[in-house]
C-alpha cells in the first residue's frame, strides 16, 4: 500500500474518500507537477538527463531505517504518496506503472488527469501475487523500443537512479532484467535534483509550516526539557548554572569566533540571489572570515549548507566552493556554516575543544533577494526589533511582578523593613530575569563542547 505522507488532500471530485481507502490523489497538483517533469526533461535533455529516451524509476521495499532516495521523493513530489515496491517508466507518449493491484486501484485516477495534462497514455501493469513480473516487465521493454527517437543513438537511451541499489526479489529482478536488455543506462539524479530545487507555492508554504513548528518545538517543549533535566542530572543551582553559562558566553576566543561566523553567516545569506552562482555563496563566507580572522580559515567548514525539501541533503545543491550551478528563485536552502575544532584556555580538557555552528532556512526570492525563515543567530540583547508578542509578553511578566510585589508588601505589614524587603525581593527578581536570559542567549550561540 502507498505510504501516506499527506492525509489532508482532497479528492478532486470534492467528496471525501470512502472509509475503506484514506488516500486520495491531489489531481491537481498530479496535473502541474507532471506538466513540471516533462518541460524540464525536454529542455534539459542532453545536459541534465542524459539525453535519454525514457526514465525507468524503481521505488524500493518500506524500511524501517529512515531513507532519502529520489525514488521516493518523485513518489511523494508526483502523486503525494511514497508507493513502496513500484515500477516508473516515463516514456513520450506513454506512462507505465508496475505495481500490486491495491497500488494500481490508487493510480487508475491519474489516467485522464495525464491525458489532459500533455497528452500522454497512462499503463498500469499489475503484478499478481507470487509472480515475478517478468513478462509484464518485457512488455514495458517492447514499449521504450518502440517509442524511442533513434537519434545519434543505435539503442535507447534508458534514464535512472544509479545510486540506488535494488531491494527485494521483486526490484532485483527488474535490475537485472534492465542491464541486460539492449538499452544503454544514463544516470539522470541530477536531472531530478534540478527539477526539484525549485519549489512551487505549495512546497514553500509547506516549508515555512515546518520552520515555524520545528521552532515552536524547540522553543516550548524541547528546550524547557533540556533545561530541567541539566538541573536534575548536575544537581546545581540556578545561580551557579547562570553563573557557568556567562562564563561560556563571556570568554574573549568564543566571542570572536562567533562574531566572525555571525558575520559570514549573513554574508552567505546575503549572497543567495537569483542569477548568482551557488559556489558565490560560500566564497561569500570565506572572505569574511579571511578578513576579519585569517587565523580561523582553517577550521571554518567545507560547505555553508545545502538545499533542502523533500530531501534533508539535496543532491547537487551543496554549497560549496566548486559547485557553479546558477541559483533560481524558489530553491530552498539549509545555510549552515560552522568554525570546528576550536580550542580555548581552559583546565577541563573535556571543555578545552569546542565547536560553532549557525544554521538558518533560506528561501531565494523572485526579487533577487531571499528570505529568512525563523532566523535567531544574533543575541537578544544586541537584537532591537522586537515582535508585538514579545512585547506583549513582556508587558504581560511586568504586570505579574508588580503584582507578585504588592502581595508581598501586604504580606509584610509596610514600614521600612518591608521596604528593604522589596529591594531585596526585586533584586533576587532581576538577576533570576537576567540570568535566564543569559541562558537563552547561550542557545543562540550554539557553542558545542566536543
Known sequence: MADNRNRNVKPANGKPAAAANPYAINLDNFSKRLKMLYSHWNKHNTDLWGSSSALAIATPPVSEDLRYLKSSALNIWLVGYEFPETIMVF?????????SQKKA????????????????????????????????????????????????????????????????????????????????????????????????????????????????????????????????????SHSTLMDDTEKTILEPGRIKAYEV?????????????SGNKVNSVYQAAVSVVEKEAPELAANLTKTAGTGIGLEFRETGLSLNAKNDRILKPGMVFNVSLGFQNLQTETNNPKTRKYSVLLADTVIVAEDNGNETLFSKTTLRSDNHEMSKEELRRQHQAELARQKNEETARRLAGGGANAADNRGAVKTVVRNKRAAASALRETESCKVFAQ
Not at 261 to 273: S, V
Open 91 to 99: 516514456l513520450k507518449k506513454q506512462i507505465h506503472f508496475l505495481c
Open 105 to 236: 486501484s490508487l493510480l487508475d485516477v491519474v489516467k485522464k488527469s495525464a491525458r489532459e495534462a500533455i497528452d500522454v497514455e497512462v499503463v498500469i501493469h499489475v503484478k499478481a501475487k507470487g509472480d515475478d513480473g517478468t513478462g509484464l516487465m518485457d512488455t514495458i521493454f517492447r514499449a521504450i523500443h518502440s517509442q524511442a527517437s533513434s537519434g545519434d543513438h543505435n539503442v535507447p537511451i534508458v534514464g535512472h537512479i544509479s545510486r540506488e541499489a535494488p531491494e527485494g526479489k521483486f526490484l532485483e529482478t527488474w535490475d537485472e532484467k534492465l542491464k541486460s536488455a539492449k538499452f544503454e543506462l544514463s544516470d539522470v539524479t541530477t536531472g531530478f535534483s534540478d527539477l526539484f530545487a525549485v519549489k512551487d507555492e505549495t512546497e514553500l508554504t509547506n516549508v515555512k509550516k515546518a520552520a515555524f513548528l520545528t521552532s515552536s518545538v524547540m522553543r516550548q517543549f524541547v528546550v524547557p526539557k533540556l533545561e530541567k533535566a541539566i538541573d536534575e542530572e548536575r544537581k546545581v
Open 261 to 273: 561566523l555571525l558575520k559570514a553567516h549573513e554574508a552567505a545569506i546575503g549572497a543567495l540571489k
